[in-house]
């Protein structure tokens, strides 16, 4: 069953231009210590911090509340797996805010799609259920 889907498109020179604007502001704001860290480490970190802002918005999107009701953006961390498939790691008020929409004896389960074709940058976030016992 479907519990949420989000979808984000932007502009990476959007997110260039708040880069040199804003600069850690922006990235301590917004980001996980560990996004921050993947970003700084790429050469086309604007890109990298484009598709991680693209993730977040569709994540707020999927739950229901954009980023109100005790959502914030650092709520909302891209992670990878070992493999390097791109994967969402919710706390705080995102995390509670998906722990209200799960019913009794359901898991959560989220899913998340990342691409690019600069200067735009997608993210999908769907939010599915199933049974846990």
Known sequence: MILG??????DTRRIERTLERFGERFTGRCFTTTERAKADRRLKRAET???????????AKALGTGFSKGVFFRDIGVVNEPGGRPTLQLTGGARRRLETLTP?????????TL???????????????KATG
């Open 115 to 129: 691409t690019d074709e600069p200067p735009l940058a997608q993210a999908i976030v769907l939010i599915t259920l």
């Open 5 to 10: 889907i989000g979808v984000d498109l932007i």
């Open 49 to 59: 911090y484009a598709k991680r802002f693209a993730a977040k918005e569709a994540c």
């Open 104 to 112: 009794a004896g359901m898991a959560a389960d989220l899913q998340l």
